[in-house]
């Protein structure tokens, strides 16, 4: 089996990109659904917040509201680290148990989407890691604008993360996301190839 983390700039292509590689057999897990399942009404993520940042920060039904402590989190450095001094450690743990759950194939490929990757320094628990990137910012502002958030908010949370040329660097394999979704998917088919490869070549 092959653990392969994934990361990428917000609103760069990764989800895209995880769901190709799913198509193509690899199972694939998401950090932004395991911390989602940490916000729900009496979760572990959200009884955390309720404790170090108040219950002002809960919806009416018991979860998180998100939209408010993120816009808290992404003007407040301090407060960020809290947060992820609190969630950090939940979400590592559910994604290594995914990750070392028994496999009934030995060639499974299995994908590991963790936007902070390299800032939480989670790296080192995967074989491999994969940096997707689109460079134009003005497509990733536009895509953020499509969920919600103003002009500054997604400046705010871009400029919150490394760059992409940063991320891309550190990386084991690079995908540049700034073609159509045919040729991403073509990089998808690429990836896996080259681990399936890298597999077939390790004792």
Do not use: C
Not at 130 to 159: H, K, N, P, Y
Request: hydrophobic residues 50%.
């Amino acid at each position: 089996m092959f653990a392969l983390a994934m990361t990428g700039g917000i609103a760069g292509g990764k989800s895209l990109f995880g769901r190709m590689l799913a198509g193509l057999g690899a199972e694939v897990a998401d950090a932004d659904e395991t911390v989602r399942a940490l916000h729900a009404p009496g979760a572990a993520g959200s009884q955390a917040v309720a404790r170090d940042f108040g219950a002002d920060f809960l919806a009416p039904d018991g979860s998180t509201d998100r939209a408010r402590l993120g816009a808290l989190v992404f003007a407040d450095p301090d407060a960020r680290r809290r947060l992820e001094e609190v969630l950090h450690p939940l979400v590592r743990s559910a994604l290594l148990a995914w990750k070392n759950r028994p496999a009934a194939d030995p060639a499974t490929v299995r994908v590991a989407q963790i936007p902070l990757l390299f800032e939480s320094g989670w790296f080192s628990d995967w074989d491999a890691a994969a940096a997707v990137e689109t460079s134009d910012i003005e497509v990733r502002v536009e895509r953020l604008a499509g969920r919600g958030l103003s002009r500054d908010a997604a400046l705010a949370r871009i400029s919150a993360q490394l760059s992409p040329e940063t991320r891309l660097a550190r990386a084991d394999f690079a995908v540049r996301n700034d073609g159509s979704a045919e040729d991403l998917r073509a990089a998808a088919r690429i990836l896996l190839d080259n681990i399936r490869r890298r597999m077939r070549q390790t004792p």
